[in-house]
């Protein structure tokens, strides 16, 4: 391996359980996953996803994914398909579908061998240098043998710092190795980033989460909503694969024989980020409120026939 910017982007991906405490979605302490790629030869994060989940082969694609694309962020100039994509032997990592997405995308894939892990000391950097220059700041910080630590930040708080400390901190912090920050070693590379042809042809390739749905005179129905868009019109009792992230589901990608159709809205969720596991659990909270209202109604019942229908006395 060479830190040539002319050979392209090489970027390891690794996952690390962050040593603090947050609120879940019931409100309980756990601890989050961060996934991270770096670009090797500036030391520029280029895509993370945060998330309380076990990494699986779906994390990797949507970080993956999130590194790829151009960002919103106007601080976060990092972009484009690496020419080597390399991590250690997880099955998440070594998944066929992985493969498949390497190929298509005309990227090297390559594993560290066992116990002889392979531009892990870099990331493996990266993530100290979050624990020691920003999570110790925190409340919920928990180190190794601590205990007694209270959780009071929830995910999405914890990302929006966790955002502004990487774009407007570390990657502007010279590195200790490189003496020179991560953002102006991106810049001064000298590389032109490649792209997929399209972004719909990426979300073919990485969003795994697909789903098989008939299109209603009203749109597609999933998970209690409707998602509307009028290109939808022409493809009324058609069977469609949606595609979505399951951090956000307030828009999914509707493709039909594998090929892109649109992008479908759902009005009430436009505007926010709302999970799927938080639309499955508000579904389970409100299954529960119908089941004990009909239980209280029963009860009252019961109690109803008991007053006035009581058995007559004897004569």
Known sequence: ??????????????????????????????????????????????????????????????TLRTAICRKEDPRWHAYGIPTVFYSDHGPDFTSQHMEQVAADLSMELIFSQVQV??????????????????????????????????????????????????????HRR????????????????GFLPRMPKSLEQLDLLLLTVAKTRHVEPDGIRFQGYRYMDPTLAGYVKEEVVIRFDPVDMAV?????????????????????????????????????????????????VDRYVQIHHQPEPSP
């Open 1 to 62: 391996m060479t830190d040539d910017p002319a050979k392209g982007i090489r970027s390891p991906l690794y996952h690390c359980e962050l040593p603090i405490l947050l609120l879940d979605e019931a409100g309980k302490p756990d601890k989050p996953q961060l996934t991270a790629i770096e670009d090797d030869y500036s030391r520029l994060i280029v895509g993370y996803r945060l998330s309380f989940q076990q990494s699986t082969a779906l994390t990797t694609a949507l």
């Open 117 to 170: 892990p392979r531009g892990r000391g870099k990331i493996e950097r990266f993530f100290r240098s979050v624990e020691q220059l920003l999570l110790q700041d925190l409340p919920g910080y928990a180190p190794e043998g601590s205990t007694g630590v209270k959780a009071v930040l929830t995910l999405p708080i914890f990302e929006h710092r966790f955002r502004n400390w990487l774009l407007d901190d570390y």
């Open 174 to 189: 010279v590195h200790v190795e490189t003496k020179c920050s991560p953002q102006e070693r991106w810049e001064a590379g």
């Open 252 to 300: 999914i990608k509707v493709f039909h024989q594998e090929r892109f159709v649109c992008r479908a809205i759902c009005q009430e969720l436009a505007g926010q980020t709302v999970s799927l596991k938080e639309i499955e659990k508000a579904r389970s909270e409100r299954r529960k409120q119908v089941r004990e209202g009909l239980s209280t109604r029963a009860a009252m």
